[in-house]
């Protein structure tokens, strides 16, 4: 049986012979929107022509991973770590995009391209999608941030229904594509982080180890909370300590405090090393800038930990 998704006009196949009777309504794994299951009469629930039934194949029904990179604090790593693991998981061979929600637009920057159009025009409609999307690694693509979003945090605002889809809508028609979408989000908490948090699944938290980012942590937590009332699929996976000095005191003691309280999702924490601070200015990931400093070898073990492949970039 094929149903249709009335909000996104996506199909869904489904085998009806393992659909309970009980079952009345579905929700959308692309857009997220609940609705009423209208079950064919015998005689219309033929098996579907043969190049449809192709056409369901072949098309991918939900990309591997969504990934929000975030965190409410400013100075923590964020855009660093969502550039180096967007990077990191193209080298390993996955095909991934990187979409940056910041006004400040540094992913391209870090990147080293200056894209003509992003993610404003894409979520605007002023430009085909394919027309929005930089390609600067092998298997990496961006969807640029920018100034501009200032403006698309205006229009979302002013919305009357479901503005927190508005990135959802924009972004699923593309994001079959890849295996991987990695989303850098802005500090603070406003409406685009919000709709990224509606849109992505998973959610990967960068905390540099200092107090003030501890508090930031618990506050972005009791937001998320509020989020994931209302999007029961979203999951706090990763907390990746950053900016670690072993001569510092206070970097092990915090981070044995969050050893504590997240256990599992705690992951190897990113050393500070000089090179991550220098590798942006030259347009280079810290892979391409000092591939075998102590910040590429701790950003490859994030992939491998994300990835959930201990030999990927060995």
């Known amino acids: ?25 579905a929700k959308c794994v692309f857009c997220g929107h609940r609705f009423p299951i209208l079950r064919p009469a015998a005689a219309e629930s033929e098996t579907p022509k043969p190049d449809e039934a192709t056409q369901l194949v072949q098309s991918p029904e939900w990309p591997k991973r969504r990934i929000a990179v975030s965190l409410s604090k400013g100075g923590v790593g964020k855009t660093t770590t969502a550039v180096n693991l967007a990077a990191g998981l193209a080298l ?30 894409l979520m605007t409609g002023e430009v ?10 092998d298997r990496l693509w961006l969807l640029a941030g920018g100034r501009s979003l200032a403006g698309v945090k205006r229009l979302i605002a002013r919305k009357d ?40 699944q998973e959610v990967l938290i960068p905390v540099s180890l200092e107090v003030m980012a501890i508090q930031g942590l618990l506050e972005f937590n009791r937001s998320l909370a509020s989020v994931q009332n209302y999007h029961k699929d979203l999951a706090l996976k990763y907390v990746v ?62 992939v491998r930990r994300v ?3 201990e030999t990927l970039l060995s």
């Open 1 to 25: 049986m094929i149903i249709v998704c009335p909000s996104c006009n996506r199909q869904h196949k489904v085998d009806e012979t393992r659909l309970s009777e009980k079952v009345k309504a």
């Open 92 to 121: 390993a061979g996955f095909k991934v995009l990187l979409v940056d929600t910041d006004t400040q637009g540094q992913a391209a920057y870090m990147l080293g391209v200056k894209p003509k159009a992003g993610l404003t025009e």
């Open 128 to 137: 085909i999608s394919d027309e929005c999307l930089a390609k600067p690694r």
């Open 161 to 200: 229904f479901r503005g927190e889809m508005t990135l959802s809508e924009a972004l699923t028609p593309i994001d079959d594509r890849f295996d991987y979408v990695i989303v850098d989000t802005s500090p603070g908490w406003d409406v685009l982080t919000i709709n990224v948090l509606f849109y992505v």
């Open 241 to 302: 300590p950053t900016f670690l000095d072993k001569r510092v005191r206070q970097s092990e003691e915090i981070l044995n405090q969050l050893s504590t309280h997240y256990n599992s999702r705690l992951c190897s924490p990113i050393r500070y090393n000089v090179r991550l601070s220098e590798a942006p200015g030259y347009g280079k990931t810290i892979y391409e800038y000092a591939p075998g400093s102590p910040g590429a070898k701790d950003y490859r073990d994030l």
């Open 307 to 309: 990835a959930g492949d």
